[in-house]
């Protein structure tokens, strides 16, 4: 009993973490539902069937094409000029550093709704009305993914001081070698973590796509259409396998990281 | 921070122009398209044309006929909020102050539900509230819900999935708070005869507050915009403004009204965050 009394914050907190995984587990089971209707979302029999089949509706299979395309595109192009920026705001003076935070920062609070329809007011007045699809749909993810790359870099930059790039200077390492050999390993993990938040924004955005897509149909909006008439329980399946994938290279990256944190410990 | 000196020259311009024109262009400029999209008159459309009409009386229109599902989205979104604040603190708690050595890991698993779909996620929710499944049979063992009482399609639900996608908004600024805290100020308060409620509220909320504030924001802003919880766990009743606007721009195809309930939306909410940033006195957070 005492026990529980001293623990009681620890014990309250897991709950809420191992809440916040019971939707997953949902999500997980439901891939391997065998549903008897398609009108009740609930589980009635197991089978392997939707992970041996998974592109029996090839319209969800086009839809998530479409999502991957657009979200690797979107990522690379976000965490480029992201980290770019992130550099700018950590290492240079510049007119209008400290007012440009807030350039950076809103996007991120604004609602999507607001964000989504203001940018289709703008396609439309400037004519492209007719050309919504993959580019405008680009135009969004890159908008929405920048700030959060931004951030995301700039803590790790501003988290790490350069004395080591100092001591590099001082050996007689070029400008570009400093940069290279000792800024960029450093920076590294900050950029392939705002990279992978990047890309999971992009594959996950219904709201501003949705208005700015045209003709086109993300996984997201997919889901969204099925959803009306009942979902094939497919779409579980490419739900547990971004899961799976996501935590496996988020894991991947904090081990290498606590790996190069000790062997930097060693030296 | 560190000590870095700051470089000048034109360096610092060419890194940082391009994503600040990405920006401006299509974060910036389109909310003039927005605002003058709500002053044209509504009998355009995307086919024939727009009409500059500066229509303010657009605003009326659209208050008058929307203010339900206006107040509505923010009343969920503001007890969603308030659901996500007491979750959100006790486990941000947890992480910062008793989890030792545990702390990256249990960081990465508070994110880690949220890389799966947010649609997927919120429909699961239809399962787990279902008529037919155990936490309605729960309740109404316990005489909470009645014998005919549900759970699914109504705010109930639309309010528990918004309080359950937006929870890592709120963790992890109250979670960057609260790990900066420094134990001794804790530790002097209980040898100044606090109990662990006093020291709690006189010493720890205090200085958690920042990450109180940054976190309900940045729960209570999405939420309130949110229309998928809205229409996949509710009912007709329970249409939100987010819905709405989506509907007007597409099934309707009127930009105009649709343009006046997004700039209202916006400006409802930066009225509301700007009274309740000046009430909590952080205005140095922006």
Known sequence: MNWIRRHLVLILGLLVLAYTFVPIAVVVLMSFNDPATRNVYRFDGFTLHNWTNMCEDPAM?????????????????????????????????????????????????????????????????????????????????????????????????????????????????????????????????????????????????????????????????????????????????????????????????????????????AT | MADTTRRRGWVGYALFLPAAAWLLVFFVVPFYSLFATSLYDQSGSDFRGWEMTYEFGNYADAIEQYWQPLLRAILYAGIATLICLVLGYVLAYAIAFKSGRWKTLLLVLVIA??????????????????????????????????????????????????????????????????????????????????????????????????GVVSGTLLTFIPAAGDYINAQLLGNTNTRVIGSVIEGQFTDANNSAIAASLSMSLMVIILVMVFLYIRRAGTEDLL
Request: charged residues 10%; negative net charge.
């Open chain 1, 61 to 265: 299979c086009d839809a998530l094409w479409l999502s991957i395309r657009v979200g690797l595109l979107a990522t690379l192009v976000a965490t480029l000029l992201g980290t770019l920026a992130a550099f700018a705001l950590v290492r240079y003076d510049f007119f209008g550093r400290s007012s440009s935070n807030l350039l950076i920062f809103l996007p991120m609070a604004a609602p999507e709704i607001v964000l989504g329809s203001s940018l289709l007011t703008l396609f439309v007045q400037g004519g492209f009305a007719g050309q919504l699809g993959f580019w405008t749909i680009f135009i969004a993810h890159v908008m929405f993914c920048l700030s959060f790359v931004v951030v995301t870099v700039r803590s790790r930059l501003a988290g790490m001081d350069d004395t080591l790039e100092q001591a590099a200077a001082d050996l007689y390492a070029t400008p570009s070698q400093t940069f290279w050999r000792v800024t960029f390993p450093l920076v590294l993990p900050g950029i392939l973590g705002a990279a992978l938040l990047s890309f999971s924004l992009s594959f996950d955005d219904f709201i501003i796509t949705n208005l700015n897509s045209g003709s086109e149909t993300t996984f997201p909006m997919y889901v969204w259409g099925a959803a009306r008439v009942g979902v094939p329980m497919q779409v579980n399946v490419v739900g547990t396998l971004m899961f799976v994938i996501s935590v496996v290279i988020v894991v991947a990256v904090e081990l290498n990281n606590r790996r190069r944190q000790k062997a930097l410990a």
């Open chain 2, 113 to 210: 539900p949220f890389f799966t779909s947010f649609l997927l996620r919120t429909l699961s929710w239809q399962l787990l509230l279902a008529d037919d499944w155990y936490i309605v049979d729960f309740l109404q063992f316990l005489h909470i819900l009645g014998p005919d009482d549900r759970l699914l399609n109504t705010p109930v639900a639309v309010i528990t999935g918004l309080a359950y996608n937006f929870l890592p908004f709120m963790v992890l600024p109250l979670f960057a708070s609260i790990d900066k805290i420094d134990h001794r100020l804790i530790e002097a308060s209980g040898d100044l005869y606090a109990n662990p409620v006093a020291a709690f509220f006189k010493v720890t909320w205090p200085l958690s507050l920042p």
